[in-house]
């Protein structure tokens, strides 16, 4: 059983803190790497819910080998977004309060792999021409990493 399962068998659809690690990966020629959901269609940055046992950037390499085929190397860290603006409640009630935390990644491993079961497609965009479909979550993060902030960013 894992973590969420274990958790939400003793407190049902209560709010719960989540750590969710994902990264911005760039490949050589410095264009992003996006998912397309299986969940909505929509587009996003690969990643998800950490495991008891893990650290955030442990968390973060298995997600995007999970979803992306690659294997991730040097991470730095990009930022950490929490506070009740990233609640929220899914379709089967479960409410989170989610701590996200992002790294970006310029040298990763593998094969990219186009579709898998929590990916219609994974491809690399220009910055400048990202997608329109982005996954509504995922939209300041991206408008964050398009804006240049100084980094890591807190909020």
């Known amino acids: 059983m894992d973590y969420i399962t274990h958790l939400r068998s003793m407190v049902g659809n209560e709010n719960v803190i989540m750590v969710v690690a994902g990264a911005f990966v760039f490949d050589s020629d410095g264009k992003l790497l996006l998912q397309q959901r299986t969940d909505n269609a929509q587009w996003g940055l690969p990643g998800g819910f950490m495991e008891l046992g893990e650290n955030i950037t442990d968390a973060a390499r ?6 992306t085929g690659l294997h991730l190397e040097q991470l730095e860290l990009f930022g950490i977004y929490s506070g009740p603006e990233y609640d929220k409640t ?4 479960d409410q989170v309060s989610l701590v996200q935390v992002l790294f970006t ?3 990763y491993s593998g094969e990219l792999v186009t579709s898998n079961d929590e990916s219609l497609k994974n491809e690399f965009f220009h910055l400048d021409s990202l ?9 300041v993060f ?14």
Do not use: M, S, W, Y
């Open 142 to 155: 991206i408008e964050d990493l398009v804006t240049k902030q100084i980094l890591p960013i807190v909020k």
């Open 131 to 139: 997608r329109e479909n982005i996954f509504t979550e995922h939209q």
């Open 90 to 93: 899914f379709a089967n009630g």
């Open 62 to 67: 298995r997600e995007v080998q999970e979803e």
């Open 105 to 107: 990644c310029k040298r």
